[in-house]
């Protein structure tokens, strides 16, 4: 009786974690989310503006968007996004990329910086950047 006992406070125990790591992730997009508003001045997820989109951001080389007109300093960076490499640029875009064309001194407060990553990692690969026709969000 006992071991069940054990066992079922474990399965709760267990239950109640997943729980609150899915509410925690939750409430760390959404705090990216308003970070990323700082973001909308020049990129969208799923077009092209004065920044590359950023659907599909994670996984692919830095400065690769077809089509988008990249400095020459991104186009040589030579990385690939994910969230290592995007907690170093984004805390300092100027500093990481000398020459880049992002004009954004960066997300400084380390807390700030993971929920954005948090947000563009979900958000990016969400069904509405899956499904893009080749060649989209590309600008006139």
Known sequence: MGTIRSLGWLLLGATLAGSAAADTSAAAYARGALVYERCAACHALDTDR???RHCGLF????????????????????????????DRFL??????????????????????RRDLIVFLREAGGAARCQNLPAGAGRLP
């Open 59 to 86: 996984g692919r080389r830095a400065g690769s968007v077809p089509g988008f007109a990249y400095s020459p300093a991104m186009r040589r960076a030579g990385w690939v996004w994910n969230e290592k490499t995007l």
């Open 50 to 52: 004065t920044g590359p």
């Open 91 to 112: 805390r300092s875009p100027l500093t990481v990329v000398p020459g880049t064309s992002m004009g954004y001194d960066g997300v400084k407060d380390d807390g700030e």
